[in-house]
Structure formats: structure tokens, C-alpha cells
């Protein structure tokens, strides 16, 4: 019995936090919807101490919004909050791969193309959560190497503000970013090529920028 252990703490509290921050993000629990901390903490089958200190998390990334004594719920969707978040965390992509373009490896490119295949049959397809996902993946590859932890611990804390507005976007019949823009980063980040990468990192950044628009 001595390899089973007691789960940390901060684990079930993360489990918590990734579990309701997706489930607003997919759109499960809409927009103005009041949240409540024993009727999530059942569905997790979780305590509510850690569903009390996920929610906290998540008013502090702008996810849900808190009056003591009365109600939490999720926050609305406010085109200006993730324009915001978008030019921050295109600025901070812009810097990571100015630092990563040089360090990346021949693994590092592979795991960009084949997370740009996933993404152009998850778009193909119309997986959307497939496609944001593979997204994320392609473009955590240069924020890993890049070994910003500040960054990552930002870019990690709003984007789910804009995938929010992005998945509601594809939902009502937009499209999801090209697959071409990721090819064009990927053969630039193989080039060696900085200043290219960083002007294709502007152009995707600025595109979600106009779509809060």
C-alpha cells in the first residue's frame, strides 16, 4: 500500500480550474450563467475547497465574475476585453519566437508540421475544438523552447478569453485561421529565419485582434 499515496492538494485544485475553464471556453456553461461551487464540486467529484479556489483563478483571468454574498457566474463576452487579451498575448508570441527561432531542433519543427496536419484536418472537418487544440500545440512549441516562463504563465492565462470568442465565431458559421499562416511560420522557424517568423506571428495575431472586431 505504500505506493498509494494522498493527491496533493494543488492537483485537484488545478483539476478543477482546467475542468471549468473549459467547459466555459466550449460554451458548456453559457455566458451570464451563475456558477456554484457544491454543484460543481459534485459533478468533479471533488470537495469544495478546490472548486472555490479554481473560481477564484478564474476571476482573476476574466472567466467569471464574483459579488460576495450574492453570485458567481461567468462573465459576458466583451469584444474589447479579448482584443486586449489578443494584442498582449500576440505581443508575448511575437517575443517568444524572436528567442526561440534560433534554439529550435529538427524535433521541434517536426512537432510544428504535425500539429499544423492536425489543425488543417481538424478545420477540414469541422472539429473545431480539434483545431484550437492542435493550435495551441503548434504554437506551445515555441514558447517551450523559448523557456519564458513568465510568458508562458500569461499567454496560458488569456487565451482562453479569446478562444472563447473563436470558438463562437466557427460555431456560427466563421473559419478557422489558415493553415497556410502555419506553414509560412513553420518553413520560416526552419529557415532560421526571425524576422520572418515574427512577421507571420504579427499577421495571425493581428487577425484575431479583427475578429474580436
Known sequence: MEAIRPVPRTLLRDRAY???RD????????PGAVVRDADLAERLGLSRAPVREAFSRLV??????????SYTRVTPLVTADVRDAAAVVGALHELVTRVAVPR????????MRAANERFAAAV???DVDGALRADDELHDVLVRVSGNR?????????????????????????????????ERLIEACAAGDT???LLVTAEIWRGLEELAD
Open 18 to 20: 482546467a475542468a471549468i
Open 23 to 30: 467547459a466555459i471556453v466550449a460554451g458548456e456553461i453559457e
Open 60 to 69: 482573476d483571468d476574466g472567466l467569471l465574475e464574483s459579488k460576495p454574498q
Open 104 to 111: 529550435l531542433g529538427v524535433a521541434d519543427i517536426t512537432a
Open 124 to 126: 477540414g472537418s469541422g
Open 150 to 182: 513568465a510568458a508562458a504563465a500569461t499567454v496560458a492565462r488569456y487565451t482562453p478569453l479569446i478562444r472563447r470568442l473563436e470558438r463562437r465565431r466557427f460555431g456560427e458559421g466563421g473559419s478557422c485561421r489558415s493553415a497556410g499562416l502555419h
Open 195 to 197: 524576422a520572418a517568423a
